[in-house]
């Protein structure tokens, strides 16, 4: 006994399956590759995102904590616990303490910052708590005391360039007049 099988546009059923295998297979392929690729490199810059918190969080000078901190809604964009655990602490590192209130400030910051950064870990499959992260920072007191002097260094530069004006002006004989305004200094938000 003779079976016919039925014929699909001149093929058969196996052939039509092989025919398109053979042209949905490469194409899958590169979907998988491409989807994969983006993943990872998404993973690769979220962890140096990370790295760089990590790394200058204690170093108030620091460009590259400020980098890392602009760079959170670039890369963590689509995470509503970062963004918000963000966002929280940009409004506390943007408000300005009074005297009386500059020690319980620099509590909120550090406290918003820690969530922040537990936030990010968390984003990027990693597990540490927030004690962990408080606890486990090291800077050498050493660099600390260094990035502190080069603020303090930064910030009277102004004055020491008016007094050197100044010296140049009655080294020169003429009438010492005072610099009408300073170098504009940008506060930090």
Not at 62 to 75: F, G, K, Q, R
Not at 155 to 164: D, G, Q, V
Request: proline fraction near 4%; hydrophobic fraction near 40%.
């Amino acid at each position: 006994m003779q079976t016919t099988e039925t014929l699909y546009w001149g093929m058969k059923f196996g052939e039509w399956v092989t025919f398109w295998g053979l042209v949905l297979g490469p194409v899958i392929a590169v979907a998988i590759t491409l989807l994969v690729e983006r993943r990872r490199r998404q993973h690769e810059q979220r962890t140096q995102v990370l790295r760089m918190l990590l790394a200058t969080r204690h170093l108030p000078g620091d460009a590259t904590y400020s980098v890392a901190i602009n760079l959170i809604p670039v890369e963590f964009n689509d995470s509503k616990t970062v963004m918000s655990a963000w966002q929280s602490y940009i409004e506390q590192v943007r408000f300005t303490p009074t005297e009386d209130n500059k020690q319980e400030h620099q509590k909120l910051v550090f406290s918003k910052q820690t969530k922040l950064i537990f936030e990010v870990m968390r984003a990027n499959g990693f597990k540490l708590s927030e004690t962990d992260i408080q606890t486990s920072a090291y800077a050498a007191e050493g660099y600390i005391q260094r990035d502190n002097i080069l603020i303090a260094s930064q910030l009277a530069m102004p004055e020491i360039a008016n007094i050197l004006r100044l010296q140049t002006q009655l080294m020169t004989g003429s009438e010492p007049t005072p610099a009408a305004s300073g170098p504009v200094i940008r506060q930090a938000e």
